[in-house]
């Protein structure tokens, strides 16, 4: 019984890496997954043959399993959710394809949902034709986890498979919590950094900066009179700079973020 459960919740993890797989297009991310799902399925209990019975330590990989399965799933939902808000922004007003619509991703009809995953789909159903290339964030996890997981063990001079399987316990359903209750990005600051920092009015709607690009752009041919090569390389530098205040302030984010994170930490650690 031991075992069949055991193989149950594996087919069930492996299923939430499999259906991530089935929307990853780039060569690099499908072949990291697909070393994922290879690594799963060799998978095997680590018995602790100093124990008279492999009982407890079944019930342990079961465990890890099956919170690994509800960590993947809810990441991998909740990266699915916020790539259709999104495509949502983008797509707006019914918007038609055009030359100017090159390099932003495709979008979906939401209309005749399916299931990758047959009659017992391990994510959200997806609906026909829907594609999400950024699930491939399931292999970064993984590997995360694992490395973790190797970190903690050296940290506590876990060597026996009991140790290790605890702390694997610990660092999956921790994960898991501070997961369902993490606090939006911005929670941390101030409400006039908010607004400054964090607004999404302007900065996460391509659309719009691309209407204040092409606005520029127009503004300066019809103030300077610009033919050829001038009026083309003034388009492309006047994109260069918006990228570049894109990228400043997504690295600008990012840093906030781990401020943030970091003080929380120190925080609890003084508590």
Known sequence: MCETEFLENKV?????????????????????????LTD????????DLDQDYFVETYRAEISCLQSHQQ?????????????RLYLQRIWRNSRRGSIRDYGLPLNYVPKHPVSVGGSRPALM?????????????????YHTLVQVHAE???????????????LLQQLLQRSLQHFNSLDPPAASYSAQIQKDLYSD????????????????VRSA???????????????????????ELVTL?????ESASETAHLAQLRYTKHK
């Open 152 to 166: 903690l063990c050296e940290l506590h001079r876990a060597t026996s498979i009991t140790d290790k399987l605890f």
């Open 249 to 253: 302030r997504h690295r600008l984010l």
């Open 221 to 243: 041919e019809e103030t300077d009179v610009k033919k050829g090569k001038e009026k083309q390389s003034h388009a492309v530098e006047t994109f260069s700079r918006l990228l």
């Open 12 to 36: 069930q993890l492996l299923n939430c890496y499999f259906e991530a797989y089935q929307h990853v297009s780039g060569t690099e991310e499908r072949f990291s997954l697909a070393q994922v």
């Open 125 to 141: 159903n997806v609906f026909l034709l829907e594609v999400h290339p950024s699930l491939c964030v399931a292999s970064q996890l």
């Open 71 to 83: 960590l993947i799933r809810a990441v991998l939902d909740s990266q699915i959710e916020q790539q």
């Open 40 to 47: 799963i399925m060799h998978s095997r209990p680590h018995l």
């Open 201 to 216: 009015v302007f900065f996460e709607d391509p659309v719009l900066v691309e209407e204040v690009g092409l606005a520029l």
